[in-house]
């Protein structure tokens, strides 16, 4: 599938938004890694969820190089190490994010519940849905591309939940670290960049996942007619 060029033509956007998006993510947290501030990523995280009133949230450390993410199930905000000890903008912007993601949860916020429940689907739909897809197009079989997409858009709705998450989370994330002091308003210019850069990822991935199902849709259509 990847040799039809109408394919590539119409995921080339995406693609090169999302290289774009990764440049800026580098670079921004870079720059921000080498500005202090005055507690550490785990720190501002501890002080953000005990004061919306949850104390019972942990904060634990995990390899890898921006691994860190909040899990629901657990209720555990889980932290790379060069975020969860530095005490750095970068390591307390990215903390602020994911503890804005608890207070999501806490608060039950719309868009998270359905992306929590979409997460299975889109797991499924992202391997299943893409494979029949490319049997159905390179075999023509319309039945089976039609399958796969129906389990693809899975995909594309998850993806379409995920922004306003995200966005919702950078958001509470940048009124709370001004709002206790954690960053003063001049340096959380660093923080914003940081968190903009990852917020056309989302928005990159988001692009992309649509442009692959209008793809196959298109191909669908065509082999109707």
Request: charged residues 10%; positive net charge; hydrophobic residues 55%.
């Amino acid at each position: 599938m990847i040799f039809d060029p109408k394919y590539l033509l119409m995921i080339a956007p995406a693609m090169l938004l999302a290289v774009w998006a990764q440049y800026r993510v580098k670079a921004t947290y870079a720059a921000a890694q080498r500005m202090s501030a005055s507690l550490s990523g785990a720190a501002a995280a501890r002080h953000i969820l005990d004061s919306a009133g949850l104390s019972q949230v942990g904060i634990e450390q995990v390899p890898g190089h921006l691994s860190d993410h909040y899990d629901p199930r657990d209720k555990v905000l889980r932290l790379s190490p060069e975020v969860y000890g530095a005490r750095s903008l970068a390591a307390v912007g990215i903390a602020a994010h994911e503890a804005g993601h608890a207070i999501q949860d806490a608060k039950n916020y719309a868009p998270l519940m359905v992306r929590n429940v979409a997460v299975p689907a889109a797991g499924f739909g992202s391997s299943a849905g893409m494979s029949l897809a490319m049997v159905g197009v390179i075999f023509h079989l319309p039945p089976l591309l039609l399958i796969g997409i129906i389990l693809f858009a899975a995909v594309v709705i998850f993806q379409v939940v995920n922004l306003p998450v995200e966005l919702n989370a950078s958001a509470r994330a940048k009124s709370v670290l001004v709002e206790h002091g954690i960053v003063s308003p001049q340096d959380m210019t660093y923080v914003n960049r940081v968190l903009n850069a990852a917020a056309w990822t989302y928005v990159a991935a988001t692009l992309q996942a649509i442009m692959v199902l209008l793809y196959y849709v298109t191909r669908y259509a065509g082999s109707r007619n």
